[in-house]
């Protein structure tokens, strides 16, 4: 167990629909990081946030979108899903905001758009 | 922009054979470079790091070492096992100071058979 946690692990929805995927820090941490994971784009850097602030956006769709609450939980909300959103979705925390020494992984969202 | 380039997969190797796999990369500045492994079902794990130029970083037994003058982090080891039978993503941090995600190269397939 790394100490991030992601809920759900799987989710299947229907196109167009609009899905949340949560992630849970390790105690401590302060960061949280999003990534895709899929078949023909790998991994791919989303968007971080810093306590409860927007810091760095990746290639993360218009149609995507993230927060941070207070109690460092954040949430990225799909929306309008289409079938080429099918991917693992996964988020890292960090207790800092610049990091040069390495992320926590959780274990991933799997979503499947039919 | 920032890249990683990995050789692609799948490697097969036999119990106790020598691995290499190639990672180079582009990026400005200097990056702090990093090997995570992925075993099914799993996220990542962060393997090994290095964060200056002629670093080695190892654990594990795996071992890459920061070669700036190739811009490589080729990750070795000398005897493999079963148990080492996993992806394996080299990625890159940008230096200076930014809240950017980390960059990946698109992972290698490594199996290992007895």
């Known amino acids: 167990d790394s100490g991030v946690t992601q809920t759900p692990k799987h989710l299947i929805t229907a196109t167009g629909q609009r899905v949340t995927l949560r992630c849970s820090p390790r105690s401590g941490d302060l960061s949280v990081y999003w990534y895709q994971q899929s078949l023909d784009q790998g991994l791919q850097f989303l968007i971080h946030?810093?306590?409860?602030?927007?810091?760095a956006k990746g290639n993360i769709l218009e149609r995507f979108s993230a927060q941070q609450f207070p109690d460092l939980h954040s949430e990225l909300n799909l929306s309008s899903l289409e079938l080429g959103d099918s991917a693992l979705y996964f988020c890292?925390?960090?207790?800092?905001?610049?990091?040069?020494?390495?992320?926590?992984f959780g274990s991933g969202t799997r979503l499947t758009v039919v | 922009g920032n890249s990683v380039t990995q050789m692609e997969g799948p490697v097969t190797l036999s119990e106790e054979a020598f691995l290499t796999i190639n990672c180079t990369y582009t990026a400005t500045g200097y990056p702090s470079l990093f090997w995570y492994v992925q075993y099914p079902g799993e996220g990542l794990q962060l393997l090994l790091k290095a964060t200056k130029a002629d670093d080695k970083g190892s654990n594990k037994g795996f071992e890459a070492t920061y070669r700036k003058e190739t811009t490589s982090f080729h990750l070795e080891k000398g005897s493999v096992q079963v148990s080492d039978s996993a992806v394996y993503f080299c990625?890159?941090?940008?230096?200076?100071?930014?809240?950017?995600?980390?960059?990946f190269g698109k992972g290698t397939h490594l199996i290992i058979q007895p």
């Open positions: 990625a890159l941090k940008e230096g200076g100071g930014g809240a950017d995600g980390l960059t």
């Open positions: 890292a925390s960090s207790p800092v905001l610049v990091n040069n020494y390495g992320y926590t």
């Open positions: 946030y810093y306590n409860g602030e927007e810091r």
